[in-house]
C-alpha cells in the first residue's frame, strides 16, 4: 500500500460547479496535512494545510480531514478554468521532518 | 512563505558530467530538501540538506551520485554526478520555515529542468 494515495484523474468539471478531490494516507501517526497546486510546467505551490478533523475553509477551497477514515479532501467552489492543474495532497507523519507526496490528481475545468 | 532562486533553471548536459544546481532562500530557513519530479510523475524526495553536516538521504538515492552541500542556513547546491539520460527530471529544492517544525509546511522554487542527452 502506497503512503499517500489519490485519483490520478483527469477529473473533469464544468465551469461554476465544486471540484472534490480526495485523497488517503496509510500512516495512522500522520499529523499535518497538505494540498499544494502545481501548473504544468511550474513548481508546486501550498495552497492549503490542515491539521485537526474537520473542514478547513480558505475563499472557494475548503479543506477537509478525517483521521478515523485516514482521508483528506479538497473542495473547489465555483471552479474555473485557471484552477486547471494537478492537485498533489502531501502528508507528515510527525516526529519526521519529511513530507510525503501524493501521485496528484489532474483537473480539468471545462468553460 | 519564502522567495526562492534556483540556478540554473535549465540545461542540457552530455552523459557522464555533471551539474551543480544553486538554491538560495531569501531568509534563514530550519530545514532545506531536494526532490526530482520525472515527467509526468509526483515529487520524490532525494534528501535532506543539513546545515553543518551531512545529507539525509533516502532509499535510492546515494552521496556519490548526489552530493548535497549546505554551508549555511540560506543556501544549498545539489550535484548530480555521472549523468545518464535516466537522469532527465526537474529538480526542487523546498524549504520549511517553521524554527520550531510544528506546521511542516513546505515552499518550492522554481525548479531546475535537466536533459541529458
Known amino acids: 500500500q502506497k503512503e499517500v494515495e489519490q485519483n490520478s484523474g483527469p477529473l473533469s468539471v464544468p465551469e461554476g460547479a465544486i471540484a472534490s478531490l480526495n485523497c488517503t494516507y496509510s500512516d495512522r501517526v500522520s499529523q499535518s496535512f497538505f494540498w499544494y497546486r502545481q501548473y504544468s510546467g511550474k513548481s508546486p505551490e501550498l495552497i492549503m494545510s490542515i491539521y485537526s478533523n474537520g473542514d478547513k475553509e480558505d475563499g472557494r477551497f475548503t479543506a477537509q480531514l478525517n483521521k478515523a477514515s485516514q482521508y483528506v479532501s479538497l473542495l473547489i467552489r465555483d471552479s474555473q478554468p485557471s484552477d486547471s492543474a494537478t492537485y498533489l495532497c502531501?502528508?507528515?507523519?510527525?516526529?519526521?521532518?519529511?513530507?510525503?507526496f501524493g501521485p496528484g490528481t489532474s483537473l480539468s475545468v471545462i468553460p | 512563505s519564502a522567495v526562492i532562486s534556483q540556478k540554473p533553471s535549465r540545461d542540457i548536459c552530455q552523459r557522464g558530467t555533471s551539474l551543480t544546481i544553486q538554491c538560495q532562500v531569501d531568509?534563514?530557513?530550519?530545514?532545506m530538501f531536494w526532490y526530482r519530479q520525472q515527467p509526468g510523475q509526483s515529487l520524490t524526495l532525494i534528501a535532506t540538506a543539513n546545515q553543518g553536516s551531512e545529507a539525509t538521504y533516502e532509499s535510492g538515492f546515494v552521496i556519490d551520485k548526489f552530493p548535497i552541500s549546505r554551508p549555511n542556513l540560506t543556501f544549498s547546491t545539489l550535484t548530480v554526478s555521472n549523468l545518464s539520460p535516466e537522469d532527465s527530471s526537474i529538480y526542487l529544492c523546498s524549504v520549511q520555515k517553521d524554527a520550531q517544525l510544528v506546521s511542516y509546511e513546505q515552499y518550492f522554487g522554481p525548479g531546475t529542468r535537466l536533459t541529458v542527452t
Open positions: 531568509s534563514q530557513v530550519t530545514m
Open positions: 502531501a502528508v507528515n507523519k510527525g516526529g519526521d521532518d519529511k513530507v510525503i
